[in-house]
């Protein structure tokens, strides 16, 4: 999950990045160079989505069952993983979405 949300955070660096330091009141030339990662963005893009999808399956998909006793045996660590999961999902796709509304914010 942690892999998943920072390729989101770096394939949206080229847009979600300025404005976020501009609303903090930070700014300066070296902002524009932001941008020179717009060419990384689909393979940051495909990163996250495939470090969602290992997440996703090990999460609903254990590949062994648990014993009792183990971490992911107790139930409200599941519920915290399933939580966390879905908090993460939200935020990389906003980050991911976020390019495409970005015009409407500059």
């Given at each position: 999950?942690?892999?998943?949300?920072?390729?989101?955070?770096?394939?949206?660096?080229?847009?979600?990045?300025?404005?976020?330091?501009?609303?903090?009141?930070?700014?300066?030339?070296?902002?524009?160079?932001?941008?020179?990662?717009?060419?990384?963005?689909?393979?940051?893009?495909?990163?996250?989505?495939?470090?969602?999808?290992?997440?996703w399956r090990r999460i609903w998909r254990p590949a062994t069952a648990c014993a009792p006793g183990e971490v992911c045996a107790?139930?409200?660590?599941?519920?915290?993983?399933?939580?966390?999961?879905?908090?993460?999902?939200?935020?990389?796709?906003?980050?991911?979405?976020?390019?495409?509304?970005?015009?409407?914010?500059?």
């Amino acid at each position: 999950m942690l892999a998943g949300g920072l390729t989101a955070i770096l394939a949206s660096t080229c847009c979600l990045g300025p404005l976020v330091l501009v609303t903090l009141g930070i700014s300066g030339a070296w902002i524009s160079d932001l941008t020179v990662l717009e060419p990384y963005r689909p393979i940051f893009i495909a990163a996250a989505l495939a470090s969602l999808f290992f997440a996703w399956r090990r999460i609903w998909r254990p590949a062994t069952a648990c014993a009792p006793g183990e971490v992911c045996a107790v139930p409200r660590v599941k519920r915290a993983y399933k939580l966390l999961f879905g908090v993460v999902v939200v935020l990389v796709l906003i980050a991911l979405g976020f390019p495409y509304v970005a015009p409407w914010f500059y």
